[in-house]
């Protein structure tokens, strides 16, 4: 659904490359975004050109709205395990900014193992696609949010297994919705490009897996 709040999550980013948005990313620190790596993958971290990072995003108008801070990415550097050839593991990279963002406060990382519990709700947010029928892809202009509950693994990997990808406990995560009173569950590995996961602990927002 969509996020009616601008400031609700004021820390998510989006990744501007030539004018179109590529990936979501999230402000981890004033100067820093996590991100995919496999977004505009590239073996030697090198950066392409007109390459930005918009801050406190919230539509995809990277040029027009006013609200959403725009910067220049000067560093990236990705997963050192990361594989392009299997893009589902360890595909994370963080960017530097070129100017830190003050006026917006990073998200915390989680780093306990036991986060998210079982059944213990999660946010996903971002701007990617929405569509549930293949082919073809639909692109909200602004962003979107879903609760969402923590699945075994072996749920999404039987699902991602026909396309010969397989799910990982150690670095992958597993949602779905909840039960639909039918006994049955649709269940997703939360990878999109643009999606982060968010879950709330002591009044305080942490980032799960990007």
């Known amino acids: 659904t969509s996020v009616n709040e601008r400031q609700a999550y004021p820390?998510?980013?989006?990744?501007?490359?030539?004018?179109?948005?590529?990936?979501?990313?999230t402000l981890i620190a004033p100067d820093i975004l996590l991100t995919a790596a496999h977004c505009d993958y590239d073996p030697h971290n090198s950066l392409p050109s007109l390459f930005f990072g918009v801050v406190n995003a919230f539509s995809r108008d990277v040029l027009y709205d006013t609200e959403q801070q725009r910067l220049p990415i000067i560093q990236?550097?990705?997963?050192?395990?990361?594989?392009?050839?299997?893009?589902?593991?360890?595909?994370?990279?963080?960017?530097?900014?070129?100017?830190?963002?003050?006026?917006?406060?990073?998200?915390?990382?989680?780093?306990?193992?036991?986060?998210?519990?079982?059944?213990?709700?999660?946010?996903v947010m971002g701007l990617g696609d929405t569509s549930t029928k293949q082919p073809g892809r639909q692109y909200p202009d602004t962003l979107q949010h879903v609760e969402l509950v923590p699945k075994p693994n072996s749920q999404c990997d039987?699902?991602?297994?026909?396309?010969?990808?397989?799910?990982?406990?150690?670095?992958?995560?597993?949602?779905g919705n909840s039960d639909d009173g039918n006994g049955s569950e649709k269940v997703r590995n939360v990878y999109d490009d643009d999606d982060d996961v968010v879950n709330k602990r002591n009044d305080q927002n942490i980032i799960i897996q990007r």
């Open 11 to 25: 820390w998510f980013a989006m990744l501007e490359l030539h004018g179109e948005v590529k990936c979501g990313a």
């Open 76 to 123: 990236r550097i990705q997963h050192p395990l990361y594989d392009v050839h299997n893009f589902m593991e360890y595909d994370v990279a963080v960017l530097k900014l070129a100017r830190p963002v003050y006026d917006i406060s990073p998200i915390a990382i989680n780093i306990q193992k036991n986060i998210p519990k079982n059944q213990e709700v999660v946010t």
């Open 158 to 175: 039987s699902f991602y297994r026909q396309h010969n990808v397989r799910i990982r406990d150690e670095t992958m995560l597993c949602l």
